[in-house]
């Protein structure tokens, strides 16, 4: 079947995101998993001791998130264009579209923590641009681990909100909890969310401890955009090791020697 399918647009466009269960097989699942804690455990090594690395490694005692983990296995790097999700990018977003960023989490609670509610992009989101704001980014949030149960961090959404003229008010962002018209995505590992940029979202509440929260980001523009500084955040020979089809997820002035194209 052709994807995105005439429905999964038509949700998409109405509601900001949609949700891909067990895109990713078991044993895709599994390998990442491996990687992503010993590529974790590396860098909160790296963190630890001050040592300079490509990209950031945010430590919050046993949690840790990593940005710009395109060099750091070659797993990682070739979940750009996975060719699963691939249809549902250039379908949605842009036919030619650039990476954006990349990032990882895994973490353990704790269990009461407030919510973290936002939309994506600079300039405060776009807002600049007015309302409703434009489709400029596309993010897909992979789960790695088991989130079938509310409760553990679950990536939360609030349905249409891409579209709103208003923010949400004060008190409701400052929950510990969803609010009315927000929805914690509940979906088994190997499952992809992907959302608009302006659609607001939030990690979830924890109540319980039924094991990490384990999730990949990757995060796509319009090949007009340099939106995230991730673009150029490798050393050159991580962009001229890539593949001449890879190329074309980076601008042309990041390689040696430059390629002179549009996109």
Same mark, same amino acid.
């Given at each position: 079947?052709?994807?995105?399918?005439?429905?999964?647009? $038509?949700? $998409?466009?109405?509601?900001?995101?949609?949700?891909?269960?067990?895109?990713?097989?078991?044993?895709?699942?599994?390998?990442?998993?491996e990687?992503?804690?010993?590529?974790?455990?590396?860098?909160?090594?790296?963190?630890?001791?001050?040592?300079?690395?490509?990209?950031?490694?945010?430590?919050?005692?046993?949690?840790?998130?990593?940005?710009?983990?395109?060099?750091?296995?070659?797993l990682?790097?070739?979940?750009?264009?996975y060719? @699963?999700?691939?249809?549902?990018?250039?379908?949605?977003?842009?036919?030619?579209?650039?990476?954006?960023?990349s990032?990882?989490?895994?973490?353990?609670?704790?269990?009461?923590?407030?919510?973290?509610?936002?939309?994506?992009?600079?300039?405060?989101?776009?807002?600049?641009?007015?309302?409703?704001?434009?489709?400029?980014?596309?993010?897909i949030?992979?789960?790695?681990?088991?989130?079938?149960?509310?409760?553990? !961090?679950?990536?939360?959404v609030?349905?249409?909100?891409?579209k709103?003229?208003?923010?949400?008010?004060?008190?409701?962002?400052?929950?510990?909890?969803?609010?009315? !018209?927000?929805?914690?995505?509940?979906?088994?590992?190997?499952?992809?969310?992907?959302?608009?940029?302006?659609?607001?979202? @939030?990690?979830?509440?924890?109540?319980?401890?039924?094991?990490?929260?384990?999730?990949?980001?990757?995060?796509?523009?319009?090949?007009?955009?340099?939106?995230?500084?991730?673009?150029?955040?490798?050393?050159?020979? $991580?962009?001229?090791?890539?593949?001449?089809?890879?190329?074309?997820?980076?601008? !042309?002035?990041? $390689?040696?020697?430059?390629?002179?194209?549009?996109?």
């Open positions: 079947m052709f994807h995105p399918t005439d429905a999964e647009r $038509f949700f $998409f466009d109405n509601n900001g995101y949609l949700v891909l269960n067990r895109l990713l097989p078991e044993d895709l699942v599994n390998r990442l998993i990687t992503l804690e010993r590529v974790t455990a590396h860098r909160r090594d790296l963190e630890e001791k001050s040592v300079p690395h490509t990209g950031m490694t945010r430590i919050d005692r046993a949690n840790t998130r990593i940005f710009y983990i395109l060099d750091d296995d070659p990682f790097l070739d979940m750009i264009d060719p @699963s999700i691939w249809p549902y990018v250039t379908g949605l977003l842009n036919e030619h579209p650039h990476h954006h960023a990032d990882a989490i895994i973490e353990y609670g704790p269990e009461g923590r407030s919510m973290g509610w936002h939309i994506d992009g600079h300039d405060s989101g776009y807002r600049n641009l007015g309302t409703p704001i434009p489709f400029l980014q596309l993010k949030g992979y789960y790695l681990s088991n989130m079938t149960q509310p409760g553990q !961090g679950n990536l939360c609030v349905p249409g909100s891409h709103a003229q208003y923010k949400p008010v004060p008190e409701d962002l400052i929950q510990t909890d969803l609010f009315p !018209g927000a929805i914690e995505i509940c979906a088994p590992p190997g499952t992809a969310i992907l959302f608009h940029n302006a659609l607001w979202h @939030s990690h979830g509440p924890w109540r319980h401890s039924h094991g990490p929260r384990i999730m990949l980001y990757y995060a796509y523009e319009h090949p007009w955009m340099i939106a995230s500084q991730e673009h150029w955040g490798y050393p050159k020979a $991580f962009y001229n090791r890539l593949s001449p089809e890879r190329h074309t997820l980076f601008h !042309g002035f990041l $390689f040696e020697p430059p390629e002179h194209r549009w996109r």
